[in-house]
C-alpha cells in the first residue's frame, strides 16, 4: 500500500490552490464535498484506486483529507472550509487570533511561524498519527505574499528539522513580473533559501505562465485564480495518479523524484500539462480523439508550461511524463523516440524519457472517445534559470539601494544586520549556478553520482496494457 501523504497549504495562495486540489481529489475518487463515499451507494463498484495516500477514512465510509491549513488571515481558509463543509479536520486548521496577515511581508510571516513551530508540530505529530506508513509532505504555498513564503519558510525548516527523513515537496507560485508588491523579490529570495535547503522536490509555477495559459485554456476573457489555480491543480492531480491509481512503478514520492532529481542541488522543477479537458477544469476543451504521441509530443511546446521559460531549446537533465489513458506502446515508443532527437540532453544524462502509463478515474463522467490521453510532464532543466535569475535581477536592483527594508528590521532574522538576505541570495546564485554547471559534460565527475545509481534509470518502463506486465 502506498504511504500517506500530508498537505500542508499556507496564506491566501497555498489555500486557494488547495482548494482546487481537493476538490479534483474528491472527484476523481468518487467523493462528496462533505467527505461521503459516493461508492458505497453501489455495492457492485468495489474501489479499483487507492484514496488512503490523500484521505483518512472512518467506519462510516466517510474521508477526511490529510490536510493542514494555515494562515494569518481567515478568507481564504473559510472559503475552502464553506466550499467543503464538514470536511476537513477542523484540529488541523490554524488561523491567526489578530487575522491581520502578515501585509506582504516575509519577515512577519516567519516570525508568526516561529512562534507557533511548537503548535504546528504537534499538529503535524498528531495527523502523523493517523498514519500507517506515513511518505512525506507537499506544502503548497506562494513564494511572494507575507504568510506563504515567510510562515511557509519557518515550516520547512522546521519540518526537515523534525522529519528529515520523510519526503518533503513543494508546489511553490512565483509572482508575475509585474510584481504587485515591490518587496516579492526579498521575499522570493528568502524563501528560495528553505527551499532549496529543506525540500527535496519543488515544482515550480508563475503567475505569468499560468496567466498566459488561462487565456487559451479557458473560453472566458475573465482569467482570475480560480483559473489558474485549476491548471495547478491538474498537474498536481497527474503527478500523483500513479499514487492513488496504484501500479507496479513511480507508486511513492521518492520514486517518481528520483527518476528527475540527480543531485540533491538541482531538484526545481518545471511541468506542461495538455489538453486541459474537462475532467480537470471547468469549462475546458472538449474531448476529441488523440494519441499518446501527439500528446507527448506536444507537452515540449513552450506554450504548453505552467512556468516561463525563456529559451526554445532547454538542456534537460531528466523528464517524467505521466499520460492518462489506455496508451498504444507503440505511440509512446514512437514518441520518446522522436522526442530524443528533438531534445537537447545534458551530455552526462541517460537521455532517456520516464513515461508512466495512469488510469483514469472510473468516477469522471464517461466520454465517447476511446482513444483520448491527458498528459503532464515534469523536467528537470537549466530553463529553470531564467525565473531565478530574473528574480536575483529585481532583488539586486532593490537591495543594493537598501530599498523598502523598512518591514523586515524588526523580524528575528534581521536583529543583527542584512545578513540574512546577502545569504539568501548567495544560496539562489549557487543554485542556478548549479544548474548551469550540470549543462557541462564533466557536471558528474564533481557530484560524482553515478547514473546507474538513479532510480529509474530504464530508458523507458510503461505498462501500455494496463495488465501489470512490462
Ligand atoms: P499575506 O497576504 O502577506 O498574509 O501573505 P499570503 O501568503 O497569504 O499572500 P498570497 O498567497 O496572496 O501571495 C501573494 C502572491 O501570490 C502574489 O504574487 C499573488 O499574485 C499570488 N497569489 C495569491 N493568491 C493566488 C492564487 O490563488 N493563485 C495563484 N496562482 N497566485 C496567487
Given amino acids: 500500500m502506498a504511504g500517506e501523504i500530508i498537505t500542508i497549504q499556507v496564506g491566501q495562495c497555498g489555500n486557494q490552490v488547495g482548494k482546487q486540489f481537493w476538490s479534483q481529489l474528491c472527484r476523481e475518487h468518487g467523493i462528496e464535498f462533505d467527505g461521503q463515499s459516493k461508492v458505497k451507494d453501489d455495492p457492485s463498484m468495489t474501489r479499483t484506486d487507492d484514496p488512503n495516500p490523500f484521505f483518512k477514512q472512518n467506519d462510516r465510509n466517510r474521508y477526511t ?33 489578530e487575522e491581520l496577515g502578515a501585509g506582504n511581508s516575509w519577515s512577519k510571516g516567519y516570525d508568526h511561524g516561529y512562534a507557533r513551530q511548537e503548535d504546528f508540530l504537534n499538529m503535524i505529530d498528531k495527523e502523523i498519527d493517523a498514519t500507517e506508513n506515513f511518505e512525506g509532505f507537499q506544502l503548497i504555498h506562494s513564494v511572494a505574499g507575507g504568510t506563504g ?38 521575499n522570493t529570495v528568502l524563501t528560495m533559501k528553505r527551499l532549496a535547503e529543506n525540500s527535496d522536490a519543488s515544482i515550480v509555477f508563475d503567475n505569468n505562465a499560468l496567466l498566459n495559459l488561462t487565456t487559451r485554456v479557458f473560453r472566458d476573457p475573465y482569467t482570475s485564480y480560480l483559473h489558474t489555480n485549476q491548471l495547478i491543480s491538474a498537474a498536481m492531480s497527474s ?27 538541482l531538484h526545481f522543477l518545471t511541468s506542461s500539462f495538455t489538453p486541459f479537458t474537462s475532467d480537470y477544469v471547468t469549462g475546458g476543451k472538449e474531448f476529441k480523439s488523440n494519441t499518446a504521441y501527439d500528446v507527448l ?81 515534469l523536467s528537470n532543466t537549466s530553463a529553470i534559470t531564467s525565473l531565478l535569475g530574473g528574480t536575483c535581477k529585481t532583488f539586486d536592483k532593490i537591495f543594493s539601494k537598501g530599498a523598502f527594508l523598512n518591514t523586515f528590521k524588526d ?3 534581521f536583529q543583527n544586520g542584512w545578513d540574512e538576505f546577502t545569504e539568501s541570495r548567495e544560496v539562489v546564485q549557487n543554485v542556478i ?30 505498462d501500455a496494457e494496463g495488465d501489470d506486465i512490462i
Fill in 239 to 265: 503527478i500523483t495518479n500513479s499514487i492513488r491509481f496504484p501500479n507496479y512503478m513511480y507508486n511513492s514520492l521518492p520514486s517518481i523524484f528520483s527518476a528527475l532529481v540527480p543531485a540533491p542541488e
Fill in 297 to 377: 509530443l506536444d507537452l515540449f511546446d513552450t506554450t504548453n508550461f505552467l512556468v516561463t521559460r525563456n529559451t526554445d531549446n532547454p538542456i534537460y537533465f531528466n523528464i517524467y511524463c505521466s499520460l492518462i489513458g489506455q496508451a498504444e506502446q507503440n505511440d509512446i515508443l514512437r514518441a520518446i523516440s522522436k522526442a530524443q532527437q528533438r531534445l537537447t540532453f545534458a551530455p552526462w544524462s541517460s537521455s532517456s524519457l520516464h513515461v508512466n502509463v495512469g488510469r483514469r478515474s472510473p468516477y469522471l463522467p464517461p466520454h465517447a472517445r476511446h482513444t483520448y490521453y491527458n498528459g503532464l510532464m
Fill in 149 to 186: 513564503s515567510g510562515l511557509g519558510s519557518s515550516l520547512l525548516e522546521a519540518i526537515s528539522d523534525r522529519y528529515h527523513k520523510k519526503f518533503l515537496t513543494s508546489y511553490s507560485v512565483f509572482p508575475s513580473d509585474e510584481s504587485e508588491v515591490v518587496i516579492q523579490p526579498y
Fill in 411 to 413: 523580524g528575528r532574522m
Fill in 433 to 462: 549556478e548549479e544548474y548551469l554547471a550540470a549543462e557541462q559534460e564533466t557536471y558528474l565527475d564533481d557530484v560524482l553520482i553515478e547514473d546507474e545509481n538513479m532510480v529509474g534509470h530504464q530508458d523507458m518502463q510503461l
Fill in 65 to 97: 483529507p490529510r490536510a493542514i491549513m494555515l494562515d494569518l488571515e481567515p478568507s481564504a481558509v473559510q472559503d475552502v472550509q464553506s466550499n467543503f463543509p464538514d470536511f476537513f479536520d477542523n484540529r488541523n486548521v490554524w488561523i491567526s487570533p
